[in-house]
């Protein structure tokens, strides 16, 4: 676990740093409140109390990300970043240059980003975690052709994609399929990370992922 955590950080340092400054925000605005409620304390303990606190920023802002991520499990998939082997398979199975994409449960936006840089004539992310939703907002705010909205992925219109990615759990695998075979044209292509669909056959698999060509 902990050598996952470290292995997120590296490659997203940017994500520690706004929970860092998440977390710094919070901390300051509990301290300004303490006196609003009676409570002293001196200024030498107050900012061994803030520093310590600091320290542990990124947690403590973890925890609510992931508990809303638990709440929206039922629905769709508790949120896991896509890493970047994974991410560079899905790009090189899509070949998303001129294409229109979207990432089903788009999490941080790190697929929307890396398919519009790829050139992706446009790029999008339905994904159903609030505070997920507004920081790939910020993250994509300079990044074209993107776009990511708060939504359920089973009310998402998939039929004007050429490309669909999805990193689901098995749960959810069937009826997403259904969903797909349903909605998608002939030709479209959809790309797995980590889950297989379950009746189709895949056109390509490495790396724990998968692409499938609809027919």
Not at 50 to 56: I, N, P, Q, S, T
Not at 99 to 112: E, F, M, P, T
Not at 205 to 213: H, L
């Amino acid at each position: 676990g902990l050598n996952m955590i470290r292995e997120l950080a590296a490659e997203q340092p940017e994500f520690v740093q706004a929970a860092q400054i998440l977390g710094g925000t919070a901390v300051l605005i509990v301290a300004l409140s303490l006196p609003l409620i009676g409570i002293s304390f001196s200024a030498a303990a107050l900012a061994a109390d803030v520093a310590l606190l600091r320290d542990f920023a990124p947690l403590l802002c973890a925890v609510p990300l992931f508990a809303l991520s638990a709440v929206h499990l039922i629905n769709g998939a508790i949120y896991v970043p896509t890493l970047e082997p994974s991410l560079r398979t899905m790009l090189a199975f899509a070949k998303v240059d001129g294409k229109r994409v979207i990432d089903l449960g788009s999490g941080d936006g790190r697929i929307v980003a890396a398919a519009a840089a790829a050139g992706a004539a446009a790029s999008h992310g339905t994904e159903n975690n609030p505070l997920l939703v507004l920081y790939s907002k910020v993250r994509l705010a300079s990044a074209p052709r993107t776009s990511v909205w708060w939504g359920d992925l089973w009310s998402t219109d998939c039929s004007s994609y050429d490309v669909v990615f999805v990193f689901g759990m098995n749960h959810i695998m069937e009826r997403l399929e259904r969903k797909l075979k349903t909605e998608l044209r002939g030709g479209a292509l959809v790309v797995s990370n980590g889950f297989q669909m379950p009746t189709w056959a895949a056109e390509a698999s490495d790396n724990g992922c998968w692409s499938y060509r609809v027919t």
